[in-house]
């Protein structure tokens, strides 16, 4: 992300008003190598390539501002790694991390990882401190520390049903392997920060919160996120595409300044429900009009959501969750055109 960037990004959560709407796309593995031309792989295990596909997107779209900026990262087997879980790693296809924890009793066993030493985390940050030259030589910087949140883990953990019914029978079981994991991402996130003196942000990933209750996201997500959104980062950037009914209103409370939501939620309710506090980035339909529409099915879909906002503030315009697998040059230029000539 450039400097220029930044300060629109500050800028916009900051409820300033801006010459026009900025227009940003969370961008990674899912989306940069098949648009690239390599595959999945080829993006995981060649330093080189993945720098060359970031780089390629953001000389293409040098006004768009790509979040979190040059991702370095290994899908979903990025934090479970660190604790022990088998990756699989399909040459053009998601890899999947296998299940650590096979009964709750294992729980109480399981080690706090050391994100310096375990897993794939001392790959990913290996890699950004070998590409931190060439970021900044051409005018970009590292600006956020990045993870999957606490349930979104522990799903991966334990395996995504054994996780949701434990927090209904076995409720002190399931806040132990929480604590364990959020004590784990707050000393991930402080090294990326202290690795990285330009982060300024922090960007946590979990639509797990999606699919549980309020009360249940009010006893298991709210107190964890406050803990790992308890910083002094300028930006607390928080991702969750599944529903968001249960935890919307509490996003000012968790510490969230900056959120990306999915796509069937109406803008200005969101707003809302956060009573204007929490700067917004989306939500056109990602796989179904970005994806798999026409240039002019985009920009059907922008106008409309243009159309649609009461307000203009606290506004970046995007898809409703991260950029999707074979979205288009054509689909993303129309994006940019519309929201310019809107």
Not at 285 to 301: T, W, Y
């Amino acid at each position: 992300m450039t400097d220029k960037q930044w300060d629109i990004l500050i800028n916009v959560i900051n409820g300033e008003k801006v010459e026009s709407l900025p227009v940003g796309f969370i961008v990674d593995s899912p989306w940069l190598p098949n648009w690239y031309g390599i595959s999945i792989l080829d993006y995981y295990s060649n330093d080189n390539l993945w720098f060359d596909a970031n780089m390629k997107a953001i000389k293409e779209f040098p006004e768009t501002i790509f979040l979190p900026g040059f991702w370095s990262e290994y899908g979903m087997c990025t934090e479970p790694s660190a604790f022990g879980a088998k990756c699989s790693f399909p040459t053009n296809a998601f890899p999947n991390a296998e299940k650590v924890i096979r009964s709750t009793e294992e729980i109480e066993g399981l080690d706090i990882p050391d994100p310096l030493k375990d897993g794939l985390l001392p790959f990913m940050l290996n890699r950004l401190k070998l590409a931190q030259p060439r970021i900044e030589d051409v005018g970009h910087k590292i600006k956020f520390s990045v993870s999957r949140g606490p349930l979104n883990i522990a799903g991966f953990l334990m395996g995504m049903t054994e996780f949701l019914i434990s927090i209904k029978t076995e409720p002190e079981k399931a806040h132990s392997l929480l604590s364990k994991i959020t004590e784990f991402l707050i000393k991930w996130h402080q090294i990326q920060k202290d690795t990285f003196p330009s982060i300024d942000g922090i960007f946590i990933l979990d639509d797990i919160i999606g699919f549980i209750g309020e009360e249940d996201f009010k006893t298991f997500g709210l107190p964890y996120f406050k803990e790992l959104y308890r910083t002094d980062m300028a930006v607390k950037f928080f991702h969750n595409d599944a529903s968001c009914k249960a935890s919307l209103k509490y996003l000012p409370e968790m510490g969230v300044n900056f959120f990306n939501m999915g796509f069937d939620t109406d803008m200005n309710e969101l707003r809302e429900k956060t009573n204007y506090k929490v700067t917004m980035l989306g939500n056109i339909p990602p796989r179904d009009v970005l994806a798999k529409g026409n240039p002019n099915d985009v920009k059907e879909s922008v106008t409309k959501l243009m159309d649609s906002l009461e307000d203009k503030s606290r506004i970046i315009l995007s898809c409703g969750g991260g950029m999707p697998p074979n979205v288009s040059s054509k689909n993303i230029n129309s994006f940019i055109k519309t929201v310019k000539t809107y």
